[in-house]
């Protein structure tokens, strides 16, 4: 899974909660229907905002690490960060192959029990 994926996952997930949080608590404090038509039209556009710089972070990373680019990261102040994100994603990589060992470990040790125990 592409690291734009999960942050966008999680992004999607914290927008939810954010506007559900808004409306409930618009709702319960009784405030009137301009003030918090008001109230959830800035969060909605705070969060379409939100998604577009995480759009616009994740092409530049793409392009600049895809590419190579590492004189315009360097221009730009980015490449330390660009090069963690990098690491980071090998590390998640790594750690995706081993759960997946772990997994078909399991799962065969547990294929072999059920074998010993009749089932």
Known sequence: MK???RIQRGMEA?????????????E???EGI???????EKVR???????KLAE????????ISLERLDEI???????????????SEARMVNIDRKLEK???RDGAESDSTDEASGE
């Not at 914290?14 to 618009?26: C, E, K, N, Q, R």
């Not at 556009?45 to 998604?51: D, G, K």
């Not at 990261?73 to 690491?87: C, F, M, P, S, T």
């Open 3 to 5: 690291l734009w994926d």
């Open 28 to 30: 319960k404090a009784g």
């Open 102 to 104: 772990e997994l078909e």
């Open 45 to 51: 556009l705070e969060t379409q905002v939100t998604r």
């Open 73 to 87: 990261g360097q221009r730009l102040g980015i490449k330390d960060i660009v090069l963690e994100i990098a690491e």
């Open 34 to 40: 301009e003030l918090t038509r008001l109230r959830r």
């Open 56 to 63: 616009l972070g994740n092409a530049v990373y793409e392009k």
């Open 14 to 26: 914290g927008f939810d909660a954010a506007l559900s949080a808004v409306y409930t608590i618009t």
